[in-house]
């Protein structure tokens, strides 16, 4: 038999939902890959593509023959962070390296500096607020080199966004998905800071629409220098998803 306090608990729960709130702000956590992380709106929620990019990042690493011995100087830098979950699990599951994450947001770097702290994380991780369009000289200065940059940022084309469905367009933080006329804003400075962030044969891994590989290529052509790209890899339904780009090394 329920107590009235937990019967108007799960009343209150449902009447959140009932609003269309997604349910990861309505119980106020969420799994992502092996760790737990803390929901809070209007913060991005992770989907489930974003589990397979970190998948990617780590079965890289590994066919790219990286030593345990070399993690101990392994870094990465995370551009649009949200909630910490790409960050997060990448140090839950490469236990010697470490990262830097940013977001414009401050609600999101509130966020992931908590769900650091709760994971035991937050020695590893430097968490900054930053808007990577504006602020390019000071990434430049503070977040460089790295040998992987990882990032799914905001990609939607903006004519997209009226489409969304009402969990999204709502609660999430439209500054977070809207990328632009062609969903492209941030990636193209990402393709533009990148070749000055990394180290040599240092890699980037976004996370885009399918329409955004064959824009990326075609960037990369027209006016990116010192990067390549490597490979598109499709999503569990089968649609271009991910893009692994590499800096040229000198010579």
């Given at each position: 038999?329920l107590?009235?306090?937990?019967?108007?608990?799960?009343?209150k729960?449902?009447?959140?939902?009932?609003?269309?709130?997604?349910?990861?702000?309505?119980?106020?956590?969420?799994?992502?890959?092996d760790?737990?992380?803390?929901?809070?709106?209007?913060?991005?929620?992770?989907?489930?593509e974003?589990?397979?990019?970190?998948?990617?990042?780590?079965?890289?690493?590994?066919?790219?023959?990286?030593a345990?011995?070399?993690?101990?100087?392994?870094?990465?830098?995370?551009?649009?962070?949200?909630?910490?979950?790409?960050?997060?699990?990448?140090?839950?599951?490469?236990?010697?390296?470490?990262?830097?994450?940013?977001?414009q947001?401050?609600?999101?770097?509130?966020?992931?500096?908590?769900?650091?702290?709760?994971?035991?994380?937050?020695?590893?991780?430097?968490?900054?607020?930053?808007d990577?369009?504006?602020?390019?000289?000071?990434?430049?200065?503070?977040?460089?080199?790295v040998?992987?940059?990882?990032?799914?940022?905001?990609?939607?084309?903006?004519?997209?966004?009226?489409s969304?469905?009402?969990?999204?367009?709502?609660?999430?933080?439209?500054?977070?998905?809207?990328?632009?006329?062609?969903?492209?804003?941030?990636?193209?400075?990402?393709?533009?800071?990148?070749?000055?962030?990394?180290t040599?044969?240092?890699?980037?891994?976004?996370?885009?629409?399918?329409?955004?590989?064959?824009?990326?290529?075609?960037?990369?052509?027209?006016?990116?220098?010192?990067?390549?790209?490597?490979k598109?890899?499709?999503?569990f339904?089968?649609?271009?998803?991910?893009?692994?780009l590499?800096?040229?090394?000198?010579?």
């Amino acid at each position: 038999m329920l107590s009235q306090a937990q019967l108007d608990r799960i009343w209150k729960l449902c009447h959140k939902r009932l609003t269309r709130m997604p349910v990861q702000y309505v119980i106020e956590e969420w799994d992502f890959r092996d760790i737990t992380l803390k929901m809070k709106p209007p913060v991005f929620i992770p989907r489930p593509e974003t589990e397979e990019l970190v998948g990617l990042i780590l079965a890289d690493l590994k066919d790219c023959g990286i030593a345990s011995e070399d993690m101990d100087t392994l870094s990465f830098l995370e551009v649009g962070c949200g909630s910490g979950a790409i960050s997060l699990s990448l140090l839950h599951s490469l236990t010697q390296v470490r990262g830097m994450a940013l977001d414009q947001s401050a609600e999101a770097v509130a966020l992931t500096r908590e769900n650091a702290l709760s994971l035991g994380l937050h020695d590893r991780l430097k968490v900054s607020q930053v808007d990577v369009m504006r602020d390019a000289d000071w990434l430049l200065r503070t977040c460089s080199p790295v040998e992987v940059l990882v990032s799914n940022p905001p990609y939607l084309f903006t004519e997209d966004l009226d489409s969304l469905e009402p969990e999204v367009k709502r609660f999430e933080d439209h500054a977070a998905l809207d990328g632009g006329e062609e969903g492209m804003c941030v990636i193209d400075q990402i393709l533009a800071l990148a070749p000055r962030l990394l180290t040599d044969n240092g890699r980037v891994y976004l996370e885009v629409d399918p329409r955004h590989p064959d824009l990326i290529q075609t960037r990369l052509k027209e006016k990116v220098m010192g990067l390549k790209y490597v490979k598109t890899q499709n999503d569990f339904t089968n649609r271009p998803r991910f893009c692994i780009l590499q800096r040229r090394g000198a010579g």
